[in-house]
């Protein structure tokens, strides 16, 4: 079964608004990642957050960790329609092991 | 650079064809991965290599063997092609950071697989 657990599995917004993706793990980890994915294409990395981080900003995004809940965060603020594409989270021990992924769908 | 290069883009196989799926990357990742992708089931980990000549079982290893003989290249083979690989495979690159921790992947464009 796959380490990570996304909800939720689809989201529809307005441009505007902020996007909350929640993610869930099973075991201990080193780092998180989240990717981003557009339909058809491969993944892009987002951001990453370490084990010993509980907090972590780039731009738009904000990514929150919390290890004794074994859970994750995404999100993205003041959503634009380019932001539409899945999104995954990737545990990283001694591999990469992604969730199953959030459908992001953001209406101009 | 070009990152991480896969080839081919699309293929279409008859059940019991074998094939091999080519991964390059010319960032000198020691670690290199396999994905195949179904549609909601996010990305299963077939095989993984932390460097020239280590492989190791992902999640989904059954019906696939890897080697990695060089850093550069991480090739997929099916040994004989059934209608349940039918999927999307991506390959993937990374630097490690320590010994069980990776920076971002980079990944190439994927490898679309239809076995009839």
């Known amino acids: 079964s796959q380490q990570g657990e996304e909800d939720p599995q689809a989201l529809s917004i307005q441009e505007g608004e902020n996007a909350t993706m929640n993610c869930s793990y099973k075991t201990s980890i080193n780092n998180l990642q989240w990717y981003r994915q557009n339909s058809g294409r491969g993944l892009v990395h987002l951001i990453l957050i370490r084990s010993n981080e509980r907090e972590k900003h780039s731009g738009r995004l904000r990514v929150t960790l919390d290890t004794s809940k074994k859970s994750s965060s995404l999100l993205i603020t003041a959503s634009r329609a380019a932001d539409t594409a899945s999104y995954f989270c990737a545990t990283n021990t001694d591999k990469l092991i992604f969730g199953t992924g959030t459908r992001l769908q953001v209406f101009p | ?116």
């Open chain 2, 1 to 116: 650079n070009a990152g991480v290069t896969q080839t081919p883009k699309f293929q279409v196989l008859k059940t019991g064809q074998s094939m091999t799926l080519q991964c390059a990357q010319d960032m000198n990742h020691e670690y290199m991965s396999w994905y195949r992708q179904d549609p909601g089931m996010g990305l299963r980990l077939i095989h993984y290599s932390v460097g020239a000549g280590i492989t190791d079982q992902g999640e989904v290893p059954n019906g696939y063997n890897v080697s990695r003989s060089t850093t550069e290249d991480f090739p997929l083979r099916l040994l004989s092609a059934a209608p349940s690989q039918t999927s999307v495979y991506f390959c993937a690159s990374s630097r490690p950071v320590g010994r069980f921790a990776n920076t971002e992947a980079f990944f190439g464009q994927g490898t679309r697989l239809t076995v009839v």
